[in-house]
């Protein structure tokens, strides 16, 4: 009798294209671990670019003294809320003050001398009307040869002289006028520079630094203090062969360090000049009012350029160990370790950039104790 040796043929579940995948039972093994598997699929993903930058002031001021005194009072500190206008340093106003008496003074002077100018004036127009009432009843004497040459001469020469007293008169009047226009400007100039004693707040802000005490000598241009404006933007480095697909009012993704918040915003501006040492433009980002914003701090923009094809996966599909980073692989109903290195993250998938092809299915989730070469049963 011939002995016949039967050998299990193993039960192949093949599809085409991305369907279930191979499944393998052999009896007498052990026992399948259930699993439940997601395909490997291309997904269109929007092309991200990060840049990084700094968070900056809409509006920035350094405050300095317009005239050199000494400091009388510093009514703010840093970290204030200030309003437009606000009296912010209070200088020493005594040689001002002095200065604003003496072009007061002054102007007083001309005022007062304005009134015996004008008498003056009302004076040599009476004797000037006097002299010609006077010439031309002379002259009709000497037609007459009722007068003699000197006489004649005489009441010629007084009404020159009258003439000449009535323009003089005028002259001087009109003088009193340039020194009156003269000294009213001589005392706004006072009150100009008088009003540079008090240096105001030129915008609503923020104090962000002070180098000022009382008692100090403010020199003009020398930095008193620096006020941020309300409102704050985003100043990011984008690199010289990314700009072609930045625009001004394109949204922008923006995440500061220190900061648990995301925030969305738009391109403001592009800085049409490009950094020669680092071959980046400055694109100036506007972001929402936040109380926790703050000039100074570090983050990043990200930018959406288009989009591109990737391969997928959950996130919690991968399995790290130390620096490694592997997935499960159902191949012939066995779970294979497959390594792969992984890319950007969107939501709750990560990208991978090499390791799985489309259509592959790979456990998820990950069930405990499970290992390479473990006989598996994708469950529906």
Known sequence: ??????????????????GAPREVHSAGSAPAIGVTVVRVTAQQWPSLYEATGTVRARSSATIAAKWMGYVREVNVQVGDHVRSGQLLVSLDTRDLDASAGRAAAAHDEVRGAIPEADSAVRGAKANLDLAQVTFRRMNELYGKKSISDQEFDEASAKLKAAQAAYEMAQAKRTQLDAKLAQANQEVRAAEVTRSYSEVQAPFAGVVTAKSVVPGDLALPGAPLLTIDG???????????????????????SVTLDGMNQTFDARVSEIVPAVD??????????DLPRSPAVRSGVFGRAVFALGSRTVIAVPSRAVTERGQLQSVYVVDNGVARTRLVTLGEKSKDQVEALSGLNECESVIFPVPPGIADGARVEAKP
Not at 230 to 252: D, K, N
């Open 1 to 18: 009798m011939t002995n016949k040796l039967f050998l299990p043929i193993p039960a192949l579940i093949v599809l085409a294209g991305c």
């Open 230 to 252: 309300e409102g704050y933007r985003f100043e990011a480095a984008v690199e010289e062969s990314r700009l072609a697909a930045i625009h001004q009012g394109q949204a922008v």
């Open 276 to 285: 020669a040492a680092s071959r980046a433009y400055t694109v100036k980002i």
